[in-house]
């Protein structure tokens, strides 16, 4: 992993002083090696973070001689193997062959189209000198990020945000756009705009795409997408599928253990970590590494509130875990003296935008902190498993047969479901058959119950409103099905560069390099290949992950159906010794002109008003209470700004 910077003047030679403070802008992160290539127009940089063998003593940017071409790349590839074999490498130059050698010979070979054939995290530039042309890419999923600043004859581009601050004449200057729809929007996305960033000069590369600046022009577009026009796999048994699904799945762990460091994971007590889990261990064993894994679990001195069938506390299936997969050192992390108001101007800091996931803000750090200290390079997760490898929603399931007329499947199904789940199928019907009929209906403006933080002159003069209709962003009564939902999720742009964000940033910070196994290509597209009747079989949701894992994962989490997982429950039990300071900060907040020009203060004082002193630790994910910290992190955002 690196971080990457650049800068292309097709006018002038380029400043020896930018490339100095744009270099010195990335000095807060811990580096293994950091270097620079500069010719008159051109300038490229890297500070390494060493975590793959091949990388160790690799020394980025690096020039190819014979080629004339210069990269720097921010990249982990997964698919090593296959582009040995399609771009025909000697089998004496593969072992030491860095990923971003290998990233330099697909372009060669397949030039603007290299990004289609590489698989794993990447964001990259190549100079090439000859062509006196720029050219890179970003990954599909967006694991890794990519910003620029583009001017008459000039290019700049870097992994993080601020040293392009040290461009002259680029000022940190508010998008009122990028905020007008972060504050719009009541879920954990940022916005829907994924060029675009919250500072007005500063643009950046969608996930997915590639990018080309030549004669002073830049040309930015899509490469691919995780979802689309994939064939439907047709097998003959459930136990070939289940076989196929182990091997896909095998592939794509085993490539995102490659590295010079420990290993670890986040691991809850649910499927989609312990199937990753479950997965690594063994070939870790075969190296002889352990896994490292880290649980979060709530203060000791928390009631939990959590509703029937929630459990904030998975400490009993995540042991199940431990115990059954075995080869794993294993921590419970409570982060008793850590909590979302006091992470708030560090994460800023790290993040350089607002955020909105603080529920879980104060334990994703300190999980990435303890895998820091304990060597680990790689910290595997689960992510994205809800839309691939463990999706099978059951009711949405039997809607759709209800809707096809099958019948006898249903009635053979929900038999068999009501048992498994205790509830009668007077109770189901009136439900599924809602669903199957449903048709989706889109709103432009907000439902009258979600209390609003943006401004509303901010919103009339952005028309954030409007831009923000047709979008499934928690704004209207859209009803969306798991089967749209899915799509959604994996073609969703905003959603992939949402996730990315957060994970660069923080794994940068600490040198450990997120990867989640279940959102690799090659699982996305095997799992959307899969026919619908392998996910929902016999009254079991999530079937086909809970029958690949029979000697994976232990059955009371493998056959789990009743009880889930509820991470950040306890937030506000953890602010609550601090809420005397958050609700002054809020009332300054209120008297303050420079925010309220942007934040609906009328609704912050309603709000304030109505979550109670101090408020109720059940009040966790209540829309006042999420209001008020995202309003807290938005205004100091804003006066950091200024």
Known sequence: MSAIAGFIDDNEPVSIEIIENMMRSLEKYPADHVQTW?????????????????????????????????????????????????????????????????????????????????????????????????????????????YYVRRPGQFAFCTVMNPLFALPGVRKELNEDWLAEFLAIPIILDTIDVRSTVYRPIGQIPPAHSFTFENGSLKVERYGTLAADVPKLKLKSNGEYEEAFREVFREAVVSKLRTRRNVGASLSGGLDSGAVAGFAAGPLREEGKKLHTYSYIPRSDFTDWTPGGMLADESPYIQAIVDHVGNIEHRYMDFADRNSF??????????????????????????????????????????????????????????????????????????????????????????????????????????????????????????VFEKLKGHDVGLSDTWMNEFEARTYQFDNLSILNHQGTSSTKLSLRYAVRERDPTADPRVVRFCLSVPDEQYVQNGMDRALVRRATERYLPDSVRLNQRVRGVQGADWIHRVSPSWNAMAEELRRLCRDPGASQYLNVEQIRMSLAAIGNPPKPERAFDRHARLLMQSLIVYRFIRQCS
Not at 80 to 104: A, G, Y
Not at 420 to 426: A, H
């Open 38 to 146: 500069h010719r008159r127009s051109a300038f490229l940089g890297c500070l390494a973070q060493w975590f793959t063998p091949e990388s160790v003593h690799e020394r980025q940017p690096r020039r190819d001689e014979r080629t004339g071409l210069v990269i720097a790349a921010d990249a982990i590839i997964d698919n090593r193997e296959e582009l040995f074999r399609r771009l025909q490498v000697e089998h004496s130059r593969r072992k030491r062959m860095t990923d971003s050698e290998l990233i330099s010979e697909a372009y060669l070979e397949w030039g603007e189209d290299a990004p289609k054939y590489l698989i794993g995290d990447f964001a990259f530039a190549i100079w090439d000198e000859r062509r006196r042309r720029l050219f890179g890419a970003r990954d599909l999923a967006g694991s890794r990020t990519l």
């Open 342 to 463: 006091e992470e708030i101007d560090d994460l800023l800091e790290w993040m350089e935008t607002p955020y909105k996931f603080f529920e879980n803000s104060y334990w994703l750090r300190g999980i990435l902190e303890q895998a820091s200290k304990q060597g680990v390079g790689i910290l595997l997760n689960g992510g994205n498993g809800n839309y691939s490898i463990s999706w099978g929603p059951a009711l949405d399931y039997y809607a759709r047969l209800l809707r096809k007329l099958r019948f006898v499947r249903l009635y053979r199904e929900l038999k068999l479901y009501g048992r498994q789940m205790r509830i009668g199928r007077s109770r189901l019907l009136p439900y599924i058959g809602k669903s199957a009929f449903a048709f989706p209906s889109w709103s432009s403006k907000p439902l009258p119950d979600i209390p609003q933080l943006i401004h509303p002159e901010l919103a009339g003069r952005t028309g």
